[in-house]
């Protein structure tokens, strides 16, 4: 069986969290901002979150979803031991 990736592209516009959640920045503000309005170029400057089961899926293209299982686990019996 061939060994997973993950997937690079996506690993390209998209940044994690320390909590585990998907951000990325939202479109249209890379030319053209002179005809939209002021609230629209602040909030379009802002990053956007993923949320619901697409945040998982995408966590699992990632091949981060292991990962974060692990570093939760590690958490929870640091949490214990102290």
Known sequence: MHKSKP???LL???????NGKVRYKRIG??????GKSGDSVRSIRK????TGKLNTNYLRGLRLDKLNKR??????ADNGQS
């Not at 390209?12 to 320390?18: E, H, L």
């Not at 570093?71 to 929870?76: G, I, N, S, Y």
């Open 7 to 9: 997937n690079k592209g």
């Open 12 to 18: 390209k516009r998209v940044t994690v969290s320390a």
């Open 29 to 34: 503000g890379n030319h053209l901002m002179s």
């Open 47 to 50: 990053k956007n979150t993923v």
């Open 71 to 76: 570093l939760r686990r590690l958490k929870e």
